[in-house]
Structures are given as structure tokens and as C-alpha cells.
């Protein structure tokens, strides 16, 4: 379904909110039936050379304990995922080039010959161009880059050193390069307007992203922005509407970030109007503490999320789930 952008934001208000979240709903149904797409996450760094103001893994952040997976104990993780049949694996990092390219190949590689069936999933962030095609040819199916917010100058004002065109020119590159690629935006970040959100939903209407990745801001300690406060859950849930009915079929994953803010009745409304993935950590437990990107993050086992997915009503699948858009 094609939305300009008076429509966007007469949504985001809250207007026709019934209609909004029908349309969301059977459009959820109709691609994804009642199913949950569960996949595996190994966050195997937290060190960052970002400096991005909203995030705790930014480098200016010196009380963050810092660790490095090494590359036996990312397969050791990567071993327990198959054991358990998840079949995609996300390895996430903060913006590490202590990995280098040969490095990251050869992790790639290892992976994908411990099972031939995982879709891998890159979330590594912003490196020199020819990585993304090396590590494609290498195995990776997915690349997961969050554009964060649509809005040119709120992006350069979040992020220092960076900008919003060159993450714009990588998100098409990924795209070219023949990876599904993920977006996301964060709701609820400081002098952020409707008619910005309103933006990033425009901007998943034009790309046609692979997977959607949104969430709210949840404040970080020990960040310029950790005394803002977290937007309303409602707004939340209206962002995942719009981002289901503008792209139909793109996989949209119910965030660590909105389960850390959901109680159990707007997860089941997220997933019933639109998500129909969620990220399990595989991260060591003495590592995952340290990942520190905003505060209290929520984190379950398998078993756990598991057995939420059936209360809430919906069926887990461990299945690779590929893009609908492309294959
Ligand atoms: N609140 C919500 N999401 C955040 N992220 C980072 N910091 C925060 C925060 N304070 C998200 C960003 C980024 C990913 C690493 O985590 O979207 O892409």
C-alpha cells in the first residue's frame, strides 16, 4: 500500500488508528500466518569506534567493560545455535576494525562450514567498501545496517564523524552487492518530529528493505542522552504498523529495544499488527552483560522466548526465512 506523507503522519497521531492497525494486522497474516521467525544473535564485540551520542558502546564511553569474542569461542556459539536449530545466525558488533577483512572471511567461512543450511546475517556497521563484497562472496547472505533516522541533519547531529549520505550510498551498495539487507530507525530520539518518523516510514516505502529493525530510545548510562526519556509505547506500535502496511512483506522483528519497553500485551499487539521475527542472544552470558547499548536491555533464552511465543498465541519457527521480496 503506497502512504504520502500527510497520510504518515496523520497515522503517527493516531488517526484511524483501527484502520491502520487492520490493514497492518491482515497483511501480517496473510505473509507470516501466526508464525514467529526466531533467530540466533552472537553480539562478539562491544568495542566501537563510534562516538554516536544515543548508543552505550560509543567510544567516548570509558566505564564500559570491553571484550573481543575469539574466533573459537564465536564458533563455540555459533555450534550451540545449530545444536538447537535455530538456522540464521546474526553476528553484531559495534564498528570493530580490530576484524579484519581476512578475518571476518574466514569467520564467515568457518561458519558456513559448520552447517551449510544457516543463513548468516553481518551486523558490523560501516567499514571500507570493498569489505561488503568480500564478505558476500565469502557466505553472507544478510547485512543488517540501521539508517537510524531519515533526517539528514538530526543523522549528523546524532553521529560525529559520520554522515547520513555515506550510510545512504552503503545501504544501496549492500543492496547492489546482492545481500537482504535490514534498515531500522530509533522513535523517540531527541528533536524528533512526526514529520521525521514520517520520513523514515517513507524511506522503507522507496527502499523496500529486506527487514525492519525498529525500536524505541531507551536512555543509556553514561551518554550525553542518558537523562531522555523513552517514547510513548503507542507511538511504537504505530511505527510497526506503518512500516508493515508500506513495505507488505519485509521481515520486521519485534526489537530487544521494544521488548525491553513491552509488557506482554503490546508485544502480542506488535506481533499481531506486524513483527513477525525475534532475536534470541547466543551471546556468552559474561560477555552479553558488557553489551551494554542502553540500559536494563531485556534478554532470554531460547526455552524462554520459546514458551512467550506460544502464550502470546503464536507458533516459533526456527526455519531460515529468507526474504519474501526476492526469493
Ligand atoms: N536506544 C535504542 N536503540 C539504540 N541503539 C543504540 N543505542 C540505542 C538507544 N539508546 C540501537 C541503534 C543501533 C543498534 C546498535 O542499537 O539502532 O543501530
Not at 133 to 153: I, P, Q, W
Amino acid at each position: 500500500m503506497n502512504l504520502n506523507k500527510a497520510k504518515i503522519i496523520k497515522f503517527l497521531k493516531g488517526e484511524d488508528e483501527e484502520e491502520l492497525f487492520n490493514n497492518a494486522s491482515s497483511l501480517r497474516e496473510n505473509f507470516f500466518k501466526n508464525e514467529v521467525l526466531l533467530r540466533a544473535i552472537i553480539e562478539f564485540s562491544n568495542h566501537c569506534l563510534r562516538d554516536c551520542i544515543y548508543c552505550g558502546l560509543r567510544r567516548e564511553n570509558s566505564r564500559l567493560n570491553r571484550y573481543r569474542m575469539k574466533k573459537d569461542e564465536i564458533l563455540n556459539a555459533s555450534k550451540r545455535v545449530i545444536d538447537k536449530g535455530v538456522e540464521t545466525i546474526v553476528l553484531q558488533s559495534g564498528d570493530d576494525i580490530y576484524y579484519s577483512r581476512d578475518m571476518v572471511v574466514d569467520l564467515i567461512k568457518s561458519i558456513k562450514f559448520l552447517s551449510r543450511s544457516i543463513a548468516l546475517t553481518l551486523s558490523v556497521g560501516e567499514r571500507v567498501k570493498d569489505d561488503y563484497k568480500a564478505f558476500y562472496d565469502a557466505g553472507a547472505d544478510r547485512y543488517l545496517m540501521k539508517h537510524e533516522t531519515a533526517n539528514e541533519s538530526l543523522y549528523n547531529s546524532l553521529h560525529p564523524n559520520q554522515s547520513f549520505k555515506e550510510r545512504l550510498n552503503i545501504l544501496y551498495l549492500l543492496k547492489k552487492i546482492g545481500y537482504q539487507v535490514g534498515l531500522g530507525h530509533i522513535v523517540g530520539l531527541p528533536n524528533q518530529s512526526l514529520e521525521d518518523l514520517a520520513e523514515d516510514i517513507m524511506f522503507y516505502q522507496d527502499f523496500q528493505p529486506d527487514m525492519i529493525g525498529l525500536g524505541p530510545f531507551i536512555s543509556a548510562v553514561n551518554t550525553p542522552l542518558s537523562a531522555q526519556s523513552s517514547p510513548s509505547m503507542q507511538l511504537v506500535l504505530r511505527s510497526y504498523a506503518l512500516a508493515r502496511v508500506v513495505t507488505e512483506n519485509a521481515h520486521v522483528p519485534l526489537t530487544t529495544a521494544t521488548i525491553t519497553k513491552s509488557k506482554s500485551d503490546s508485544m502480542a499487539e506488535a506481533l499481531r499488527i506486524s513483527a513477525n521475527v525475534i532475536m534470541v542472544d547466543f551471546t556468552p552470558k559474561e560477555y552479553s552483560l558488557s553489551y551494554k547499548i542502553y540500559d536494563d536491555r531485556s534478554m532470554s533464552s531460547i526455552e524462554d522466548m520459546d514458551c512467550l511465543i506460544k502464550r502470546l498465541g503464536f507458533v516459533p519457527s526456527y526455519l531460515k526465512g529468507d526474504s519474501l521480496k526476492r526469493f
